[in-house]
């Protein structure tokens, strides 16, 4: 969100494009999230804990598809924040909960029924149970719902880019 502002002194070279920078921290931030998940699971097997995980390939699959989800909410909120002051503020707020609500601590499983229900509404959750999902054997991805999922990362995604594209040259002057 923060992206465009914190990179201006940057569009002041026209190769630079704002959307440049959110490249360029999506790349960052998921090599640092692939790092430290290699760094964890080695400390794990040092340990001699077991972490085998289920299917590589849907484990692989969520975290590319929760970090596309990001990209897609980053483009959006960058664009909105660089026009509306409060927004980023409105956002922060809003996500502060959003992170205890997310299923990182819990599954879906261990959740009532009617506590599950509702926090299924959060797309957050869902990815998290699918990713948790395709890793421990124990768990399944019975509660996820994938075209939720698929229209919570494409509406923003679409959104984000066609406000950019339409807004690229004020964002560049402000």
């Known amino acids: 969100m923060n992206a465009f502002n914190a990179n201006k002194a ?33 400390i794990g097997l040092y340990l001699g804990l077991d972490v085998t995980c289920k299917n ?27 026009f ?17 609500l997310s299923g990182l601590f819990y599954t879906a499983e261990s959740l ?13 959750f869902n990815f998290m149970e699918l990713i948790h999902g395709e890793y421990f054997f124990p768990l399944d991805t019975r509660y996820v719902d994938y ?10 995604l679409f959104l984000g880019l066609w406000l950019y594209k339409k807004t690229e040259r004020k964002i560049i002057m402000s």
């Open 10 to 42: 940057l569009f002041v070279y026209k190769q630079v494009k704002p959307f440049d920078t959110i490249i360029s921290r999506t790349i960052i931030e998921v090599a640092l999230a692939i790092i430290i998940t290699i760094i964890l699971l080695c």
């Open 56 to 82: 590589i390939f849907g484990v692989i699959v969520g975290f590319l598809w929760i970090a596309l989800f990001g990209v897609s909410l980053g483009i959006l909120f960058a664009v909105l924040s660089t």
């Open 147 to 156: 075209n939720y999922l698929l229209l919570w990362t494409l509406i923003p």
């Open 84 to 100: 509306y002051e409060n927004f980023e503020k409105i956002i922060k707020l809003a996500f502060l909960p959003m992170f205890f």
């Open 112 to 124: 009532p029924q009617i506590a599950r229900e509702i926090l299924l509404y959060n797309p957050i």
